[in-house]
């Protein structure tokens, strides 16, 4: 076998499609052998950490791709744009906090969301984008299947789970419960980021029961980041802390 076929056998693509063209390149820099090596394995390391990426961003399922480079952040105020500053470090996936994006509808929540999930599959952790409305559906097919335990070991598998859209849709009782029952197991597994156009005292508008909404509040500010977007109203996060100190 030549250089090329063993490069297939041994399934380094980038290598057996550009080593004509590396080879050119490494005489036109007149590497030595062992600098030529070290060339082609890295180009292929490349090659492969950005297939990763873009398998993990196709994976994640994002309906739109948006990245923090695109996202404006100057028309926050100071506060809000030192929070953003603080979690594009990615440190609240390996400590396993969660993110609560409150504010109006069209104030960037959906945006940075998943700009902050795809920074997490670049940096090599899996990613579930789902609108909440979609997961409940999912959720209730799956336990016409009986298979709800198959489906929240895939859910607890992902290093962050991204949850958009709370508030725009209410749920029956069945859907409650079940959702219910998904974030209180995946609580302390992995990371949820939601996004919801609802301060916590009107969660009960969705989920119709105050003592359950009080135990979903519960189970998701924990040790949570709580972001209030809104770009008109300053005070409604004030009035979120209030409402959870009462709760």
Known sequence: MDIKEMASYLKLSYIRDHYDLLVDEATHLDLSHGELLEL???????KRRQNGIARRI???????????EDFEKDKYEP???????ELEGMDFI?????????????????HYATALGIKACQAGNSVLF?????LVLELKEAM?????????KKFEKYD???????????????GCEILFN????????????????????????????????????????????????????SYRLEETMEWMKKH
């Open 182 to 233: 998904l974030l209180s197991n995946r609580n302390d597994k992995g990371s949820i980021i939601i996004t919801t156009n609802l301060v916590f005292d009107r969660w009960v508008e969705i989920f119709k029961d105050a003592m359950l909404t009080s135990a979903i509040v519960d189970r998701l500010a924990h040790k949570a980041h709580i972001i209030d977007m809104s770009l008109d109203v």
């Open 130 to 134: 789902s609108s909440i409305p979609n």
């Open 40 to 46: 082609l394995l890295q180009r292929e390391v490349e």
């Open 160 to 174: 962050l789970v991204i949850l958009d859209e709370l508030g725009y849709v209410s749920f029956d009782k069945d």
């Open 94 to 110: 390996e400590k396993k906090e969660n993110i609560i994006l409150m504010g109006t509808s069209g104030c960037g929540k959906t």
């Open 58 to 68: 196709r994976q994640a399922k994002f309906p739109i791709k948006h990245y923090l």
């Open 79 to 85: 506060r809000i744009r030192n929070k953003f500053k």
């Open 144 to 152: 016409s299947l009986n298979q709800v335990t198959l489906y929240k």
